[in-house]
């Protein structure tokens, strides 16, 4: 009987009951389920806004068709959200734009790159793939790294909240306003 891969939650649960798993906000890294330590930079909202506004020129435009309610309306023009290819090409975008994203934070978020010599991983897929940029290789070679989806989803929360302030941060920053005295 086939095993079900674990869910995110049950990841999350597994990376907080076990420090060596999951982000340590201290060291700014996120450590894999197989032990490999990814250092993390923050990728700010802002960043992500600019990113997504980009991704948000392709997406498709609904399309508009002219109307003619009889001699009681005039002929005009309407949204026609409802169209079955604007449909496909929007569920299309929406996929294209989910794997955009996730390869900017993968790597805009994780500073280390991808090993120079070739992974046995790496080498299987690039046949598939036009140009191996290094942002692809990076992308793949941080997925071959972790157990599943659920561990990715985890990563990106690591990669995302990274920006957040850290208790120690604030702590640091409290402690430079207080005087000696205190």
């Given at each position: 009987m086939a095993k079900n891969k674990p869910t995110t939650t049950e990841v999350t649960d597994v990376i907080a009951?076990?420090?060596?798993?999951?982000?340590?906000?201290?060291?700014?890294?996120?450590?894999?389920?197989?032990?490999?330590?990814?250092?993390?930079r923050p990728?700010?909202?802002?960043?992500?806004?600019?990113?997504?506004?980009?991704?948000e020129k392709d997406k498709p435009k609904i399309p508009v068709i002219e109307t003619?309610?009889?001699?009681?309306?005039p002929k005009g023009r309407e949204a026609h959200p409802n169209d079955?290819?604007?449909?496909?090409?929007?569920?299309?975008?929406e996929r294209n734009s989910g794997v955009l994203m996730m390869q900017f934070m993968v790597n805009v978020g994780v500073a280390?790159?991808?090993?120079?010599?070739?992974?046995?991983y790496l080498e299987a897929i690039a046949p598939y793939f036009e140009e191996m940029t290094p942002?692809?290789?990076k992308y793949f070679w941080v997925l071959s790294?972790?157990?599943?989806?659920?561990?990715?989803?985890?990563?990106?929360?690591?990669?995302?909240?990274?920006?957040?302030?850290?208790q120690k941060g604030m702590d640091d920053a409290a402690d430079s306003f207080r005087s000696n005295g205190e």
């Open positions: 009951e076990d420090v060596s798993h999951g982000l340590d906000p201290e060291r700014g890294a996120f450590f894999t389920l197989t032990g490999e330590e990814l250092p993390l990728v700010h909202m802002f960043v992500v806004e600019r990113y997504q506004a980009v991704l003619d309610h009889g001699k009681d309306r079955p290819i604007y449909k496909e090409a929007l569920e299309q975008w280390k790159d991808a090993p120079v010599e070739d992974s046995d942002q692809v290789r790294l972790l157990s599943g989806d659920a561990e990715a989803a985890a990563l990106l929360e690591a990669i995302g909240g990274n920006a957040m302030p850290t």
